[in-house]
């Protein structure tokens, strides 16, 4: 199976900037693709971004596109979702998961980190 561990959340105020990590261990030798998802209190988890293993293939929720970037270096098993111009809407526990395809449906994905929070203050 795949472990996951996501890591560099924290507070930030509004239009600055963060980068997430997604640190992959057990079966990286599967090629996953990677997605980031995140969840507010009190709501549902949402698509964030998403790509493939070569990172050939990408998807982002009309919400983030042009400020987020997702990537990945499968030499280190690591997913990164770099965040700028960075919004209050933004807050929430962003979450890595891995899956078979390149999607924005979470019930796709096979294996989810823990989260990281995000806060982005106004």
């Known amino acids: 199976q795949v472990q996951l561990i996501e890591s560099g959340g924290g507070l930030v105020q509004a239009g600055g900037s963060l980068r997430l990590s997604c640190a992959a261990s057990g079966r990286t030798f599967r090629r996953y693709a990677m997605g980031w998802f995140r969840q507010a209190p009190g709501k549902e988890r949402e698509f964030v971004a998403s790509?493939?293993?070569?990172?050939?293939?990408?998807r982002y929720a009309d919400s983030v596109k042009g400020r987020f970037t997702i990537s990945r270096d499968n030499a280190k098993n690591t997913v990164y979702l770099q965040m700028n111009s960075l919004k209050p809407e933004d807050t929430a526990v962003y979450y890595c998961a891995a899956g078979g395809i390149v999607t924005a449906d979470a019930t796709m994905y096979n294996y989810w980190g823990q989260g990281t929070q995000v806060t982005v203050s106004s």
């Open positions: 790509l493939s293993w070569s990172g050939g293939s990408t």
